[in-house]
């Protein structure tokens, strides 16, 4: 009945799921295996690195107040991150983990709560395909627990920081200045999850881009320097477009 249900999802068939011709298993089973189809992570393998600090931002040891700081790190750096993503992932991304959300809610009845949920679905949100099966057994309680906070807090991560938006304003409203003293058309703007954006990608990376002075505060500096370029220069950029 699966392979049924697969076969008419892709032929963009009506269905109502709540007519009972599919099970909740069957339908689980179907969006399972779909994800595992995919070529990497919704997450995609660029940003995995940065993911695993994130997650570290947060700790047992902390006191209450450094916890509390810590989390709002956390979601604000998740915020960032989610931005980078393809078009296409942000929108499953966002679909699935209200989804999980809502699943976890009624974690008495089903017995899925988020940790579950995190256990079961990390290798698909987060987990890089090309990891060693020793590296995955190792990591992979890590992984759960960082996909299992996504699920807890699905609500929060699909808007952007405060900071952000206030340091986008600010910086567009100067960029516009100066393309009106320079006698420039305004670029007109492109919109991507509630976020307005202008320019060129030519601007990525330069001295003043307000993203300098915002995202670098959401991970650990030095641990970065040591990883791949993709995620800060990815991160550098998201102003600059």
């Known amino acids: 009945k699966q392979q049924a249900l697969k076969e008419r999802l892709n032929k963009a068939v009506a269905l109502n799921l709540d007519d009972d011709e599919f099970s909740v298993h069957e339908c689980a089973g179907v969006l399972k295996n779909f994800l595992q189809s995919l070529p990497e992570p919704l997450l995609t393998d660029a940003y995995y690195r940065a993911h695993c600090q994130v997650s570290s931002l947060c700790k047992e040891s902390m006191t209450d107040k450094e916890k509390e700081l810590g989390f709002q790190k956390q979601i604000s750096a998740l915020q960032l991150l989610f931005q980078l993503i393809p078009e296409v992932n942000y929108s499953l991304l966002k679909e699935l983990l209200t989804l999980l959300n809502q699943v976890a809610q009624h974690h008495l009845q089903n017995k899925m709560n988020a940790r579950n949920l995190g256990t079961i679905f990390s290798t698909?949100?987060?987990?890089?395909?090309?990891?060693?099966?020793?590296?995955?057994?190792?990591?992979?309680?890590?992984?759960?627990?960082?996909?299992?906070?996504?699920?807890?807090?699905?609500?929060?991560l699909f808007d952007l920081p405060d900071k952000l938006l206030v340091d986008i304003d600010v910086h567009l409203q100067q960029k516009k200045k100066?393309?009106?003293?320079?006698?420039?058309?305004?670029?007109?703007?492109?919109?991507k999850g509630g976020l307005s954006v202008a320019g060129s990608s030519s601007n990525a990376g330069k001295e003043g881009s307000p993203i300098v002075n915002t995202v670098f505060t959401?991970?650990?500096?030095?641990?970065?320097?040591?990883?791949t370029n993709a995620t800060d220069e990815a991160l550098a950029a998201l102003y600059a477009h």
């Open 178 to 191: 100066n393309e009106q003293n320079l006698f420039l058309t305004p670029r007109p703007q492109a919109r």
């Open 124 to 156: 698909h949100i987060l987990c890089p395909k090309k990891l060693s099966p020793e590296e995955l057994q190792s990591k992979h309680q890590h992984l759960a627990d960082a996909v299992a906070f996504m699920i807890d807090h699905a609500d929060k």
């Open 218 to 227: 959401f991970v650990d500096r030095e641990a970065s320097k040591t990883q």
